[in-house]
């Protein structure tokens, strides 16, 4: 059976960008009526001087591979384990769209320490973290709608 996007009570957007990326979402219904009327998380830097509903576009992996951080925080991280000496056993990834405009359009990427890694797995990792943390928001937001809801009943 096929699923109607009407089906949908959530509408999702990501906007990759080479320095910054973030996402966005709302209610299809609402959506409908207002097209501007959504809602996007907020990222911080670690000192707190900088709060944006976008966070870099760069990813921390470890020694296998495995995601550490994300954005802000994984630029805070790799600036700790540098400072430490301790950021060999790690990839440090920044603004790897830009990769996708060489003239050549490799589908590798280099990060800031060692070794050569397949492009698009950055994309989709990037895309899971989004994903998953729009779902969280999503959740929080029924939840909250749904507490308003019993609470004026």
């Given at each position: 059976?096929?699923?109607?996007?009407?089906?949908?009570?959530?509408?999702?957007?990501?906007?990759?960008?080479?320095?910054?990326?973030?996402?966005?979402?709302?209610?299809?219904?609402?959506?409908e009526?207002n097209?501007?009327?959504?809602?996007?998380p907020?990222?911080?830097a670690?000192?707190?001087?900088?709060?944006?509903?976008?966070?870099?576009?760069?990813?921390?992996?470890?020694?296998?591979?495995?995601l550490?951080?994300?954005?802000?925080?994984?630029?805070?991280?790799?600036?700790?384990?540098?400072?430490?000496?301790?950021?060999?056993?790690?990839?440090?990834?920044?603004?790897?769209?830009?990769?996708?405009?060489?003239?050549?359009?490799?589908?590798?990427?280099?990060?800031?320490?060692?070794?050569?890694?397949?492009?698009?797995?950055?994309?989709?990792?990037?895309?899971?973290?989004?994903?998953?943390?729009?779902?969280?928001?999503?959740?929080?937001?029924?939840?909250?709608l749904?507490?308003?809801?019993?609470?004026i009943?």
């Open positions: 059976m096929a699923v109607s996007s009407l089906d949908y009570l959530w509408v999702a957007a990501i906007d990759f960008g080479t320095t910054f990326s973030g996402y966005a979402f709302g209610w299809r219904e609402e959506l009526e097209p501007t009327k959504t809602s996007a907020v990222w911080q670690a000192d707190g001087g900088l709060i944006s509903s976008k966070t870099p576009t760069t990813v921390l992996l470890d020694k296998d591979e495995q550490v951080d994300f954005g802000f925080d994984a630029e805070t991280a790799y600036a700790e384990l540098s400072e430490n000496e301790e950021h060999e056993d790690y990839f440090y990834f920044r603004r790897f769209k830009m990769m996708l405009y060489d003239k050549v359009r490799k589908s590798v990427s280099k990060p800031i320490y060692g070794g050569i890694f397949p492009l698009v797995r950055y994309f989709n990792m990037t895309c899971e973290i989004f994903m998953s943390s729009c779902q969280i928001l999503m959740l929080t937001c029924e939840i909250f749904l507490t308003c809801h019993l609470f009943s």
